[in-house]
């Protein structure tokens, strides 16, 4: 309702200044309009008390007042209630509004806050040769939808997919390969290959310490830039990509960058000099670390006592290179929230370094995920693969398509997008700090606040308009449900803002059941093709319109496809 409510502020505005000689900004007005929980009460209602200050009058007396002189076609009605100015919106405006979303298309929404600004998503970010399990599902889909949604508002954005693909395990990871395992077999299976061998390697390492000596000998090889070893961490890279690749086709994700830790081995020496030349490093047992204790942090490690780089030193690099690079207004980084102190340590180290741009660094925490009702067959230990997740999903739309729907066609395809697609809304349904516990029957329900319901209205829409097409601006609101699905239209650019400003794609996910909601509720209870007169039925029409322009648009933003037909 962001257009109303900023129409209904300059009104209330001008209103203020007629009677009172005050000027009262429309901004401040906006600020101080609420959405009463009961629509009774209004659509907008300014609690008067918070200008009594200002105007040195009761709350109920500017109210009064206010009422009184307020008469706009914007609104239906103004009320005074005990010191709360009522507003409601207009049929005729509501119409307006109406069109005026349809007119804007696939732009409604968007806005250009970002404009001329640059922002680096890091996320997704697997470690490589390790299996893309569910708890990976966060940062991917966190991460992309607060991509699209920053690009909505106008930013230009950069994502990277910062793999982890250097360290010790690598070592071990060639050892295992020339040891147990051969080429074909890895081509063949790819990932799960890698790591059964990698698994085996542990296994045996705890029966044979030497094999550790041996790990470690490569990776050092490596390092040095040995060609053989090159060769084989390349591959594994490979074999990797390719396969994380096929889980990001399934949710419509491209990255723009896969520079991963190993991209800053060159980078990071110059980092750690520079903490040396400002007396930032100390020696601890042999390890260089700075020192936290000031800001109530243990200390960061920088490097190894055999002189290795870490995990934070990576960071460090990495950030100040894509400074560089991209001159970000801002650099998001989506993990889970077990990384908050890895991300305030060296966001610190930044600080403290003199960097300038330390305050443009954020990072964006999530709960864990549990899964329960899922009984999937774990091939590597406790993690539940999110291939093997999506498979199951998919499989049991696919029965449900069959069964309820079977001469649907492209039936591979929408069972896609449908088993994948609930995952990802029940992932992104709720505060992403909260632990999520993940129950495959619930996500599945078409009659629940999931990803298939919305999908399903979503088509709903679609073959309305298969049928029949507004002719376009014609009618007005006639009954209550049309009112009401309109309002919930008029939120959107309010609720990207928020989504926006809070690091939140929940807050899109929960406006697309509001809009489901009052769009089945009006579905049930109008007649729309049936409409016997012209004006109503192509009002309706235009209705089914926006909400399949509003819903299309709102579920890409949180990485959902949108079928035409379910
Ligand atoms: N590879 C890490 C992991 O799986 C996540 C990396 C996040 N990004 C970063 N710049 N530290 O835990």
Redesign the pocket.
Known sequence: MLIFKTKAADIVSEAIKMLWEQDVPAHDVADMLEYPPDPAMGDVALPCFKLSRTLKKSPVMISDALSGAIADPVFDKVESVSGYLNLTASSSFLKDALFGIIEEGDRYGSSDVGKGKTVVF?YS???VCKPFHVG?LG?TVIGHSLKLIHEFGGYKCVGIN???DWGTQFGKQIVAFRKWGDRETVEKIGIDELVRLYVKFHNEAEKDPSLDDEARAEFHKLEEGDPENLALWKWFLEVSIAEYKKTYRQLGIVFDSYKGESFYTDKMPAQVQKLHDMGLLKLDNGASIVDLDEYGMPPCLILRSDGSTL?PTR?IA?AVYRKETYDFDKCV?V??AQ?IL?FSQWFKVVELMGYDWYDKLVHVPYGTVSIDGAKLATRTGNVVLLKDLFKMSVDKVKDIIREKNPDLQNVEETSEAVGVGAIVFLYLSNNRIKDINFNLENALSFDGNTGPYAQYTYARTCSVLEKEKPVGARGTVTVPEEADVIKSLLKFPEKVAQALDDYEPSVITRFIIEVCASFNRFYHSCQILKADDPDVKDFRLSLTQAVNNVLRTALHLICMKTPNKI
């Open positions: 890091d970010s697997p470690n990976h940062s910062h793999l982890g995990y960071d990495a980084y993990t889970s990384q890895h």
